[in-house]
């Protein structure tokens, strides 16, 4: 399975793919897309909404997961979020790729454990988890990564039938997901 990971901005949109192997997550590639936020919102609408159908064309997706929206303290913010995620949910779907949406706490769970976790700390995460050697990433390009991973995840957890139940302890978890774990080094 594909994922491509959106983290819809209306100045910064950052893209991250990944691929399922065998149960494991394998970094496809990242990018983001950079614009100015003096241009008109249209105009950044339409480049947002090309630029997804073109990576979407090139990166053969089979899924596309999005932030949702989220209230902050600027409701004009807030629009154009809303805005923008509407380009890329119908770029997708021109494309007839399936979307799915996850929240910003939801996103941050999957990745790190901690549904409040700083976007440092995402971006370590990540970096951990795909094996990337590079340390200069975008954190849009990072949360969209996360975005990815998360749906892998939560499409892997629906997937499992097993016999045990939900519940597990911690020891069992690491045991499941050892690229999640992060040691600090000093």
């Known amino acids: 399975m594909r994922i491509i990971g959106i ?5 910064i949109t950052g ?3 990944i691929e399922e192997n065998n149960g494991t997550p394998r970094l496809i590639g990242y990018d983001a897309l950079k ?3 003096v241009q008109p919102i249209p105009e950044r609408l339409k480049k947002i909404y ?4 073109r990576k979407i064309k090139l990166l053969k997706p089979d899924m596309l997961a999005i ?3 989220f209230y902050g303290k600027n409701i004009q913010s807030t629009l154009k979020l809303g805005q923008v995620r509407g380009a890329v949910m119908i770029a997708a779907m021109n494309l ?3 979307v799915t949406e996850y929240s910003p706490r939801e996103i941050k769970k999957s990745v790190t454990g901690n549904g409040a976790a700083s976007k440092t700390d995402v ?3 990540i970096k951990n988890i795909l094996r990337m050697k590079n340390d200069r990433i975008l954190s849009d390009s990072s949360d969209a990564l996360a975005i990815a991973l998360c749906h892998l995840y939560n499409s892997q957890n629906k997937m499992k ?3 045990r139940s939900k519940k597990s302890t911690w020891k069992e978890f690491i045991e499941r997901n050892p690229g999640k774990i992060y040691r600090r080094t000093k």
Do not use: H, L, N, R
Not at 7 to 11: H, L, M, Q, W, Y
Not at 50 to 53: L, N, Q, R, S, V
């Open 161 to 163: 039938k097993t016999g």
């Open 96 to 98: 007839d790729i399936p």
């Open 67 to 69: 932030e949702t929206a």
């Open 7 to 11: 983290d819809p901005g209306s100045v």
């Open 123 to 125: 971006q370590v995460y």
């Open 15 to 17: 893209i991250g793919v």
């Open 50 to 53: 090309d630029f997804c159908t």
């Open 35 to 37: 614009m100015k936020s």
